[in-house]
């Protein structure tokens, strides 16, 4: 009976030294520590680099490395430089802008790409709903095998490229903007 609960100690053991040494991988195939934040593993993820800038100008970077859980629908960097236009999303006359369009494409929770599939499955015709910290309601559908969400006025985006993980949420990359172009700050 001491021997299995010997062994028993030691497969427990054996479970809690791999799960502090965990990592997972990010966009460029990089291993990622998990106890890196959504601004540090936005950091190491390649094509975000004005979206890091907007975060970094508007405040953002304290809350995404906070406790969260949050996931952030991370829009390719050119997409972001066609919402301000001639503006440069980073001013300080735009800080408030842009703050409100980061939290257009943040949602409370972690939530993974088989989590949004699974809600959409659940959800059927109608699509998931989640509401942003800006207080505006995602959809979330597909279209074959792509999951695509929609703002409450934006056009249909693809979730793309892979998810990264972190200890305060998920950075889920989308194909373009969660606001239609006319309402994204700075435009028009």
């Known amino acids: 009976m001491s021997r299995m609960l010997i062994r028993g100690a030691l497969i427990v053991g054996a479970i809690a030294v791999a799960a502090c040494g965990r990592s997972d991988i990010d966009d460029s195939g990089s291993a990622q520590p998990a106890e890196a934040s959504l601004a540090s593993v936005l950091e190491r993820n390649p094509g975000h ?10 405040g953002l970077t304290e809350a995404l490395a906070a406790t969260g859980p949050y996931t952030l629908f991370a829009p390719p960097d050119d997409a972001l430089a066609t919402a301000g236009g001639d503006a440069d999303m980073t001013d300080d006359a735009l800080k408030a802008q842009a703050a409100q369009l ?15 599939a699974a809600a959409v499955d659940r959800a059927g015709g109608e699509g998931a709903k989640m509401r942003t910290m800006a207080d505006a309601v995602l959809t979330f559908t597909r279209d074959g095998e792509r999951l695509v969400v929609r703002g409450p006025d934006g056009p249909a985006v693809a979730l793309s490229g892979d998810e990264a993980l972190a200890r305060n949420g998920v950075i889920q990359p989308v194909s373009g903007l969660l606001l239609a172009p006319s309402t994204a700050p700075g435009a028009g």
């Open 102 to 116: 980061l939290r257009a494409h943040i949602v409370p929770g972690a939530l993974t790409r088989a989590d949004i």
């Open 49 to 58: 680099a004005r979206l890091e800038a907007m975060i970094e100008s508007t």
